[in-house]
């Protein structure tokens, strides 16, 4: 099926393709048990026990393709594992001015400048207040992606993801700190030491027990990548993501290319090598979630052997289709990594 549809969303502009396939994705919500059999690998060896929460498989899908969390039930249904909404932001905002997707198909990549556009952490509380209502929340975790409104100065940061935090807590299976994307000027700059400390004391704090992530740059050296990840254990953090887009174009042929973060193939040595940094310094004492560049089970059972609980998709996805979940998780069961054990009961 997406060998037919795909050429047709890949003809029209990425946003616009973006926002048909979710249209479509949210007509098509009350068939989606029909398609569900095929699209969702159910089996004991694929479910991890990761922060206190049971993931019925470990493909997640990454944050920043539900930005409203429009479709939170439909990731379970579709195959996820679980699925990160946002990010949201303590004030609506409309993002960048458009084009602010491009497509590099021979790259298998995405460039984007999206800024995080989307209707404000209130807004999207009571769209989950009411999915919640209506008994159809999701059977899988839910990861609530935040980060900071772009006209918050860096300095009040702190109350801004907090404001966040306050309307999405109650929604949130864990709490993902998005630090890291190369889109909110400035909002790497929280990556630093000091602000990080303070930042994460306070969410984590607020977060009152929930599990809180924090969500780095694949563009940080060694040194301050592991000063991050101190400063996130010794705040009581649960767990990393390794790692958002990257500013580099270096595994990129010379070119001139859109500003913006890079996701993607060409994101996979930097993703896999953050990942590997991250495991080397934290050996163990949290969760790891990969992302970034996960196209094949080859390339999850490739994080999963490096340290990482969870794996997360995006450009993989678009390219992919909706069978990528699916066949990750086959492809894991038929050469389970070391870490796939069913769990003890
Ligand atoms: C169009 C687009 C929008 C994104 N928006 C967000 C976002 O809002 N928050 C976030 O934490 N990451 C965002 N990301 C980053 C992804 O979650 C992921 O970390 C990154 O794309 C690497 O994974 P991939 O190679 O599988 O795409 C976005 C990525 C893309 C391509």
């Keep these: 099926m997406y060998r037919i549809l795909k050429p047709i969303l890949f003809s029209l502009d990425p946003e616009t393709a ?14 989606l048990p029909l398609f569900s059999p095929r699209l969702r690998v159910k089996d004991a060896r694929l479910i991890r026990m990761v922060f206190g929460l049971k993931f019925p498989n470990p493909v997640g899908l990454a944050a920043g393709l539900d930005k409203e969390g429009e479709l939170a039930d439909a990731w379970g249904e579709l195959g996820f594992g679980f699925a990160e909404l946002g990010t949201f932001t303590a004030h609506p905002q409309e993002g960048n001015p458009r084009p602010r997707i491009f497509r590099l198909p021979a790259q298998r990549a995405l460039i984007n400048r999206m800024g995080f556009p989307n209707s404000g952490a209130e807004a999207a509380a009571k769209r989950l207040s009411a999915l919640r209502k209506s008994g159809r929340w999701p059977s899988v975790p839910i990861g609530i992606n935040i980060g900071k409104s772009k006209l918050i100065p860096l300095e009040e940061a ?5 404001e966040s935090l306050q309307h999405l807590l109650p929604y949130a299976d864990y709490v993902a700190v998005n630090v890291s994307s190369p889109n909110t000027p400035s909002l790497r700059k929280l990556q630093e030491a000091k602000p990080l400390k303070k930042l994460l004391n306070a969410v984590v704090k607020a977060a009152s027990g929930k599990a809180v992530l924090v969500k780095l740059a694949p563009d940080l050296e060694e040194k301050p990548l592991k000063e991050a990840a101190e400063i996130a254990l010794s705040s009581g953090c649960a767990g990393l993501i390794a790692a958002n887009t990257t500013l580099s174009r270096e595994d990129l042929p010379e070119g001139a290319y859109p500003d913006g973060g890079l996701s993607g193939a060409p994101l996979r040595e930097k993703a896999l090598k953050t990942l590997k940094t991250l495991a080397r310094f934290t050996r163990g004492r949290v969760p790891l979630v990969a992302v970034g560049g ?17 794996v997360q998709v995006y450009t993989g996805y678009i390219y992919e289709g909706p069978s990528l979940p699916a066949r990750l998780c086959r492809g894991l069961l038929e050469k389970p990594t070391s870490n796939m054990k069913p769990p003890r009961h």
Excluded: C, N, W
């Excluded at 973006?18 to 068939?31: G, I, R």
């Excluded at 702190?158 to 907090?162: Q, R």
């Design 18 to 31: 973006h926002h048909a396939a979710l249209a479509s994705l949210k007509l098509s919500k009350p068939f």
């Design 294 to 310: 996960i196209f094949t089970a080859g390339d999850a059972r490739q994080r999963m052997e490096a340290g990482a609980s969870l």
């Design 158 to 162: 702190v109350e801004d993801y907090l």
